[in-house]
Protein backbone atom coordinates (compact mmCIF):
# COMPACT_ATOMS: atom_id res chain seq x y z
CA UNK A 1 0.00 0.00 0.00
CA UNK A 2 1.19 3.55 -0.86
CA UNK A 3 0.31 6.50 0.48
CA UNK A 4 1.11 9.77 -0.70
CA UNK A 5 2.06 13.35 1.00
CA UNK A 6 2.65 16.77 0.41
CA UNK A 7 0.41 18.74 -2.19
CA UNK A 8 -0.62 21.73 -1.77
CA UNK A 9 -1.36 25.30 -3.47
CA UNK A 10 2.12 27.08 -3.91
CA UNK A 11 3.26 30.52 -6.42
CA UNK A 12 4.17 30.36 -9.55
CA UNK A 13 8.45 29.45 -9.45
CA UNK A 14 7.76 27.99 -5.82
CA UNK A 15 8.86 24.26 -4.21
CA UNK A 16 6.80 21.66 -3.00
CA UNK A 17 8.27 18.00 -1.67
CA UNK A 18 5.81 15.38 -2.91
CA UNK A 19 6.48 12.07 -0.48
CA UNK A 20 4.81 8.22 -1.03
CA UNK A 21 5.70 6.16 1.81
CA UNK A 22 5.25 2.34 1.30
CA UNK A 23 4.07 0.05 4.16
CA UNK A 24 5.55 -3.46 2.10
CA UNK A 25 8.92 -4.29 3.92
CA UNK A 26 10.05 -5.19 -0.03
CA UNK A 27 9.79 -1.60 -1.17
CA UNK A 28 13.35 -2.10 -1.90
CA UNK A 29 12.40 -4.46 -4.89
CA UNK A 30 10.15 -2.02 -6.49
CA UNK A 31 10.83 0.05 -9.19
CA UNK A 32 9.17 3.85 -8.40
CA UNK A 33 7.32 6.26 -10.47
CA UNK A 34 5.52 9.75 -10.10
CA UNK A 35 2.74 10.81 -12.97
CA UNK A 36 0.13 13.21 -12.56
CA UNK A 37 -3.32 13.88 -13.59
CA UNK A 38 -5.28 17.45 -14.79
CA UNK A 39 -8.59 17.73 -14.91
CA UNK A 40 -9.70 16.24 -19.24
CA UNK A 41 -6.57 14.73 -19.09
CA UNK A 42 -4.71 11.35 -19.37
CA UNK A 43 -2.50 10.04 -16.63
CA UNK A 44 1.10 11.05 -17.50
CA UNK A 45 4.30 9.97 -16.76
CA UNK A 46 6.66 12.72 -14.45
CA UNK A 47 9.69 10.78 -13.16
CA UNK A 48 10.88 7.26 -12.08
CA UNK A 49 13.79 6.13 -10.21
CA UNK A 50 15.03 2.26 -10.25
CA UNK A 51 14.84 0.06 -7.28
CA UNK A 52 18.86 0.41 -6.37
CA UNK A 53 18.68 4.59 -7.00
CA UNK A 54 20.94 3.78 -10.36
CA UNK A 55 18.59 4.73 -12.61
CA UNK A 56 16.43 7.79 -12.80
CA UNK A 57 14.03 9.02 -15.89
CA UNK A 58 11.80 12.55 -16.21
CA UNK A 59 9.56 13.53 -18.41
CA UNK A 60 11.08 16.54 -20.58
CA UNK A 61 8.29 18.89 -19.42
CA UNK A 62 9.91 19.04 -15.56
CA UNK A 63 13.45 17.64 -16.51
CA UNK A 64 15.68 20.53 -14.36
CA UNK A 65 13.07 21.11 -12.11
CA UNK A 66 11.77 18.35 -10.65
CA UNK A 67 14.17 15.49 -8.56
CA UNK A 68 13.23 12.17 -7.52
CA UNK A 69 14.85 10.34 -4.79
CA UNK A 70 14.31 7.40 -2.43
CA UNK A 71 15.00 6.36 0.88
CA UNK A 72 14.52 2.33 1.23
CA UNK A 73 15.28 2.71 4.55
CA UNK A 74 12.04 5.11 4.79
CA UNK A 75 10.44 3.23 2.49
CA UNK A 76 9.40 6.67 0.89
CA UNK A 77 10.01 7.89 -2.24
CA UNK A 78 10.54 11.58 -2.74
CA UNK A 79 9.46 14.03 -5.87
CA UNK A 80 11.01 17.71 -5.12
CA UNK A 81 9.56 20.20 -7.68
CA UNK A 82 11.15 23.78 -8.09
CA UNK A 83 10.45 26.17 -10.26
CA UNK A 84 6.54 25.07 -10.00
CA UNK A 85 4.67 26.20 -13.19
CA UNK A 86 0.46 26.30 -13.40
CA UNK A 87 0.71 23.88 -15.96
CA UNK A 88 2.45 21.49 -13.11
CA UNK A 89 -1.39 21.64 -11.57
CA UNK A 90 -2.63 18.13 -11.04
CA UNK A 91 -3.10 15.43 -9.01
CA UNK A 92 0.20 13.50 -8.86
CA UNK A 93 0.51 9.71 -7.82
CA UNK A 94 3.51 7.75 -6.94
CA UNK A 95 3.65 4.31 -8.50
CA UNK A 96 5.23 0.85 -7.92
CA UNK A 97 5.99 -2.36 -9.36
CA UNK A 98 8.92 -4.76 -9.10
CA UNK A 99 7.86 -7.32 -12.00
CA UNK A 100 9.47 -7.60 -14.93
CA UNK A 101 9.05 -5.73 -18.27
CA UNK A 102 9.19 -6.55 -21.63
CA UNK A 103 10.66 -2.93 -23.11
CA UNK A 104 13.42 -0.74 -21.60
CA UNK A 105 10.86 2.74 -21.13
CA UNK A 106 7.90 0.50 -19.81
CA UNK A 107 8.03 3.26 -16.33
CA UNK A 108 6.02 6.01 -18.78
CA UNK A 109 3.27 4.03 -19.12
CA UNK A 110 1.22 3.35 -16.38
CA UNK A 111 -0.53 0.42 -17.17
CA UNK A 112 2.76 -1.63 -16.49
CA UNK A 113 2.92 -0.54 -12.69
CA UNK A 114 0.91 -2.85 -10.38
CA UNK A 115 0.47 -0.81 -7.29
CA UNK A 116 -0.84 2.95 -6.57
CA UNK A 117 -0.88 5.39 -4.19
CA UNK A 118 -4.07 7.77 -3.98
CA UNK A 119 -3.41 11.01 -5.60
CA UNK A 120 -2.06 14.14 -3.62
CA UNK A 121 -3.36 17.48 -5.53
CA UNK A 122 -0.60 20.17 -6.36
CA UNK A 123 -2.46 23.89 -7.08
CA UNK A 124 0.28 26.35 -8.42
CA UNK A 125 -0.72 29.72 -8.94
CA UNK A 126 0.03 32.32 -11.44
Known amino acids: QLQASGGGLVQAGGSLRLSCTAS????????MGWFRQSSGKKREFVAF????????RYADSVKGRFTISRDNVKNTVYLQMNGLKPEDTAAYYC?????????????????????WGQGTQVTVSS
Open 95 to 115: AGDGSLHRFSTWYMFADEYGY
Open 24 to 31: ERTFSSYA
Open 49 to 56: ISMNNELT
